[in-house]
């Protein structure tokens, strides 16, 4: 039962990825109280185990780099990527909102952003499309400015990276160390960077670590409260149809309500961890063991807002990622794996059957496309020789690094001296595996690839070798093999709660649910069915979040709360 006692708060928040930081956040900076729920007991959600990048278009950042970008120029481009799948006013409010809302934090916060220099759009041939790319990321941040338990309880990356800082720039670079001056040049930066802070008594983190970090701060320096541990069950209503004005909790064992005056801004994430509504909404086969989203993600707020009346959309689509699954079943993104040259993914015919180089949210759709066809496309396979394992980063591995014994033991990584040994090992059909590596090879050798076009692209080749005259082509032929069986994981859900251009959660009949926003994963995606650019998921998250919170500070006075 609801008493006088209830937490009473302006803006509750549930949630604390990007999206819900940002909402605290902003609603602090307009001198709302905010709280962030958290379920499980670590805070940074999806974000914290991400790249940390956005895709901004038109940021000051764009224009102190001379690649100065228009709002008009990219309306073309999501026009030409997501089409009709949105309203235009979403997407207006994406590109009107949050340049704003990136300004606002770099001016009055400790969120800092900087430019990737060359990271293209997905799809940079489009109309409105950058091959300079429109994204940004988290500059590098130091642990140690959190207080104790921030830092003991932020979501930490399971990525490779052996204690070392290392931004997205960096990781282009140093996947060809051995290849380009540039490389060579990044892996004495990132060690000189990490002897830096080791004199200095900094704990640098960076990618998606460095965001959550540096929004942490930012919201404890601004007076608002986070709770770990405590589930939401469900949202408080005035009456049956009426406003949303708290949330019901367990908090130590304790069920509580927590009373929102302003609103409830729902960013708990989508429902990749959830089994039962992957395979109720998404194409299948589908597993929640491929997903690289965080433990908490089993989509509860779809169940509030059912309870409410709101409406859904794009339920049946995943921020696609094809991954490999690694020794106690942790996935591994293949994002510069599927550029680098010597390499082929073949499905259990052993044939080629799409640009290997793709966009990673491209490619899950053609293993699922090719998979419909009634071809045994999931998993696939990732083919590879001798040549590529010596010249490029592969599953986490430096060039040359040999495959750990364990991995080879675990079937992780499949090891033959011949072509048709691997074959046997895969379960796929010699004679068709030769055959696809001998097309394969020729089109290499003189740097086309007729079939799928790889490295045609300009995205194709960021992470290609740029001393070849093909940056994503080189004959596959140098004993021994390796390989690798790719399933068709994701970095979260795109489907829920239907929102509008203020992040209001609507009903069926296009009406706002008044008290209700929602943002991230939560809801449906202003990217419709698609995935623009590098941070496509992040950038709009931070943005509705924002655009939640300033909705709800313009509708009524700051209650005192904060």
Known sequence: ????????????????????????????????????????????????????????????????????????????????????????????????????????????????????????????????????????????ADLNRLAPDARRTLRRSPLPLHGLAVTSRDFHDLNMAGRTWAGRRAAVRVGARALGALLAGRRQVSLGEALVARMRFSLDALGGDLWLSTPVTGLVQEREGGRVTGVRAVRGGRRITVRATGGVILASGGFSRDQALREKHLPSPTSAAWSSAPEGQTGDALAWGAAVGAAFDVMDKVWGAPSALLPGGRPYLLVADRGIPGMVVVDGSGARYTNEAAPYHAFVDAMYAHHRSGAAAVPSWMVLDARSRSRYLFLGLLPGQPVPARWLADGCVRKADTLDRLAADLGVPAERLRATVHRFNEGARVAHDEDFHRGESVYDRYYGDPTLPNPNLAPLEKPPFYATAVHPGDLGTKGGLVTDDRARVLREDGTAIDGLYASGNVSASVMGATYPGPGATIGPAMTFGWIAATDIAAAAAPAGHG
């Open 1 to 140: 039962m609801d008493t006088a006692s209830d937490p009473t708060y302006d803006v509750v928040v549930v949630g604390s990825g990007a999206a819900g930081l940002t909402a605290a956040i902003a609603a602090r900076l307009r001198g709302l109280s905010a709280l962030v729920l958290e379920k499980t007991d670590r805070y940074g959600g999806t974000t914290a185990l991400s790249g940390g990048t956005i895709w901004m278009p038109a940021t000051f950042h764009l224009d102190a780099a001379r690649h100065a970008d228009t709002p008009e120029k990219a309306r073309a481009y999501l026009d030409a990527t997501v089409g009709d799948r949105v309203p235009g006013a979403r997407k207006d409010a994406y590109l009107t909102h949050g340049p704003r809302m990136v300004r606002e934090l770099h001016r009055r916060t400790a969120v800092r952003f900087v430019h990737c220099p060359g990271y293209p759009d997905y799809y940079p041939e489009l109309p409105g499309g950058s091959a300079h790319g429109r994204s940004i990321e988290a500059r590098i």
